[in-house]
């Protein structure tokens, strides 16, 4: 060995910038591992472009400080003094920041300005990449280099390989015959290969230009090659948003026919960016399409147009779709006004009532879009809400029910202008109590009454009045919770709420309210609250029995048929609103008279597992008016099971265990036969390679309603096939009318880098007599994104 050689062994050593190993030469392998690393996640995301894609943080091995410390262990050092090299041989480990290198052997020559690192090379960055290689050999300023036997799995689980990868013009990283999967020991088996993989002969990645591009590209699937690209490029993982196209989606329907729509990103600015879908189908034409965002600071919103004019609209025939030209236009807002307020809107505006659903657009599913400005404030106890609604129907009008009573769906609807909700409670005790208040302002305009007939026109009901209406209410409450030395719980409490109206009603409307213009109720209350839980146990476990009672006392509900009922039609009386203080759903109606609920709540901790919940309870009217048992043109109240001074029985079960069983059911039975009046069932189970879903509805008939009596039965199964192979299905099943009303089965393939799945459903929900039937295919590639396709069966 000559003189101005020195061998080192079992060396641990800490190096800062005055350090003979030159911690930058180091830090510039790193730098080079990382940018492989970077470009196997950019070829894991092959995705619209607008959506982040994953990259690691800024904190790569160059932005780091030269003040960060390196700590290099290895069995030998070797100083070359005389040639300026510095080697590191025998389990090389480098500990720099967040990054650690293994490798057999690190060399770094001055003279020739080259680190290479040998035999076994691996790298894990910040981000939980790992690299490995069996040669790495580079110019020590980065501008040059090769990797030799590349390998890169990154944090997503994703693996890339090349046979060589090589680095010029300072900036440019050429990976030959390039092969990347989905997933590494897919599955979760040692060695495990994904059904997909993509080969290239060569994947660039230009960092000056941020892009990745493939060449002569290859998806194989099952071994067999499905699709080939001459050249394909896209944003490298640090480009948020590019420019450039998306995975196209084809479409298939009865009246469009066949179609495809091919997306269009352009970022315009950081800021702001617009999406083209334009569409083109073989029956009716090219579909225009396009979205403008723009993010302030803020903030941000959105708008969307989308138009055609129909080559054939007659296959819309019988539909406000008969028509040539069709349009539609949408825009949200979200904007923050401070910590505690913002504001924003949702706005949908179509030409016609069925140009959302026949085209597949936003709001499709829905028998009405919603279009609205809202303010909301949140407090620490406190809370604001105000909305400005508007209602655009999706339905058409149906005139064949023969029945007197008008069919302009839309001149039904109401607008509302505004609603605002103010709630809170007051952040000191009262008397020992909490104080808590509720008020609500209302206001709207609607065209035309809305009513429906039933029993052959013979009878009807009011769902709205035509007219402007506008109410105020306030309600203010206080309640203390005392507990006594034996474990009774007390709980008094008082209050009062107040109602002014201010009506005009249209001179046609066929309401039978008040002549005046403006009413006004204030209605007191005070009541107390008992509880007394009891607990044993036993063999079955730990139960705490809970009776209860509630006294309320209230003078009667004096406007009555007098004013509008927009907010509280919606009445259902089970074992959940037994204690609520008003079982009205909204402020249009106020319970009145002295009410007395009782009944028990009984919980079990089994001590197999699992518990077991009931509730049993029944409501008395005690004195004064029964606001249920009152008729007016809305009907609210009538065949509730509250109508009488006795209530309907209410009851509650539900059953949970450890073994994957989940058991719920609610009833309402008659109060003098015992008869059930309503009912609903659910069942779920986890059972081996089955799961399933088993419910059952029932609803009496409610004569005063004009509600017939049903009954329905909703199945729902999943059978796993094996560990990637499985059927399922659905059906819903109407009892009284003995038919099915909807139904679908279908099969499905799982793996952890692809899912398939096809069905085929049938819907008689429409209002037509005619049955819907519709196959569905989904494919979806990990990490590429899914396609998927449904076609409308003829009848």
């Not at 030409?351 to 909301?376: C, H, K, Q, T």
């Not at 023969?402 to 000191?428: C, E, M, N, T, W």
């Not at 009774?488 to 002549?515: E, H, I, K, M, R």
Request: net charge negative; hydrophobic share 35%; charged share 25%.
């Amino acid at each position: 060995m000559s003189p101005s050689m020195f061998l080192l062994t079992s060396v641990r050593e800490n190096s800062g910038p005055a350090s003979r190993l030159r911690p930058r030469s180091f830090r510039k392998l790193l730098a080079t591992l990382s940018v492989a690393a970077l470009v196997s996640v950019a070829g894991s995301v092959v995705a619209p472009a607008q959506t982040p894609a994953a990259y690691p943080p800024s904190g790569t091995a160059e932005s780091a400080t030269d003040k960060q410390r390196m700590l290099l262990e290895a069995d030998t050092l070797i100083y070359d003094l005389d040639n300026e090299k510095v080697s590191a041989v025998g389990s090389v480990v480098i500990y720099y920041g967040d990054y650690v290198v293994v490798s057999d052997r690190v060399e770094v020559d001055r003279r020739q300005k080259t680190v290479t690192a040998i035999g076994s090379v691996r790298l894990t960055d910040p981000t939980g990449n790992i690299v490995t290689a069996e040669k790495v050999d580079l110019a020590e300023d980065l501008s040059a280099g090769m990797i030799e036997s590349l390998e890169v799995i990154s944090e997503q689980r994703t693996v890339m390989r090349a046979r060589k990868a090589t680095r010029h013009d300072d900036d440019v990283t050429v990976f030959d015959d390039a092969e990347y999967e989905a997933c590494v020991d897919c599955d979760g088996v040692k060695g495990g290969k994904p059904i997909w993989t993509i080969k290239s002969k060569q994947i660039i990645h230009k960092q000056g230009e941020r892009t990745v591009t493939f060449r002569q590209a290859t998806l194989e699937f099952a071994g067999v090659p499905i699709a080939w690209v001459p050249h394909l490029s896209q944003p490298d993982p640090t480009v948020k948003r590019k420019t450039g196209f998306l995975i196209p989606g084809p479409v298939y329907d009865q009246s469009l026919g066949f179609g495809l729509t091919v997306p269009y990103f352009w970022a315009l600015a950081p800021d702001m960016d617009i999406t083209f879908r334009p569409a083109a189908y073989s029956k009716q034409g090219f579909l225009a399409d396009a979205e403008w965002r723009h993010r302030l600071d803020t903030g941000y919103y959105t708008l969307r147009a989308a138009g055609i004019k129909q080559a054939n609209p007659g296959e819309f025939s019988g539909t406000t779709g008969d028509t040539d030209w069709r349009g539609a236009l949408f825009s949200t807002g979200r904007f923050a006004i401070n910590e505690r307020w913002n504001w924003g809107w949702n706005v949908t505006v179509a030409s016609d009532r069925s140009f959302l659903g026949d085209y597949d657009l936003p709001g499709s599913s829905n028998d009405a879009a919603i279009s609205d400005v809202f303010l909301r404030g949140f407090g620490e106890r406190n809370s604001f809400d105000a909305h400005l609604y508007g209602i655009f129907v999706q339905q058409e009008d149906d005139t064949s029910t023969g029945l007197p009573q008008d069919v302009d769906l839309q001149s039904k609807q109401p607008f509302v202008h505004p609603v605002i909700d103010y709630a809170g409670i007051v952040d000191r005790p009262v008397f020992g109590g909490q104080v808590s208040y509720t008020s609500n302002l209302t206001s709207l305009t609607r065209q035309k009454d809305d009513i429906f007939s039933f029993d052959g026109g013979t009878e009807e009901r009011f769902r709205g009045v035509g007219g402007t209406f506008t109410r105020a209410s306030v309600e203010v409450m206080w309640k203390r919770q005392m507990i006594d030395q034996i474990g009774q719980v007390f709980t008094p409490f008082v209050g009062v709420s107040g109602d002014a109206y201010f009506l005009d009603t249209w001179d046609d409307s066929t309401a039978d309210l008040a002549n005046e213009h403006v009413l006004g109720q204030v209605m007191p209350m005070a009541g107390i609250e008992y509880a007394y839980p009891i607990m044993a146990s036993g063999a079955l476990g730990t139960t705490v029995v809970t009776p209860m009672a509630q006294l309320i006392v209230r003078p009667d509900e004096n406007l009555v048929g007098d004013v509008p009922n927009e907010d509280s039609q919606s009445l259902v009386f089970d074992e959940t609103s037994l204690f609520d203080i008003n079982k009205f759903s909204g402020f249009d109606r106020s319970e009145g008279g002295t009410r007395l609920n009782v009944g028990f709540r009984q919980t079990t901790n089994l001590a197999v597992g699992g518990s077991l919940t009931t509730v049993f309870g029944q409501s008395y009217h005690l004195a004064g008016e029964n606001s249920y048992a009152e008729d007016t043109i809305y009907g609210t109240g009538l065949d509730s099971g509250l109508e009488s001074d006795s209530s309907d029985f209410v009851a509650g079960l539900v059953l949970n265990t450890d073994n994957g069983l989940l058991f719920g059911t609610r009833a309402r039975f008659d109060d003098a036969s015992f008869e059930v009046r309503r009912a609903e069932a659910q069942l779920l189970g986890l059972m081996g390679p089955i799961t399933t879903s088993l419910t059952y509805a029932y609803l009496d008939e409610q004569p005063d309603l004009g509600i017939e009596e049903r009954s329905e039965i909703q199945g729902a199964a999943n059978l796993r096939l094996s560990r990637k192979w499985r059927l399922f299905g659905t059906t819903r099943y109407d009892t009284v009318n003995e038919d099915f009303v909807q139904s679908a089965v279908g099969i499905g393939y799982d793996e952890e880098a692809f899912s398939a799945s096809i069905s085929y459903s049938e819907d008689s929900t429409s209002s037509s007599d005619t049955i819907d039937r519709t196959v569905f295919l989904r494919l979806g590639f990990r990490t590429l994104g899914d396609i998927s396709s449904s076609s409308d069966l003829d009848d």
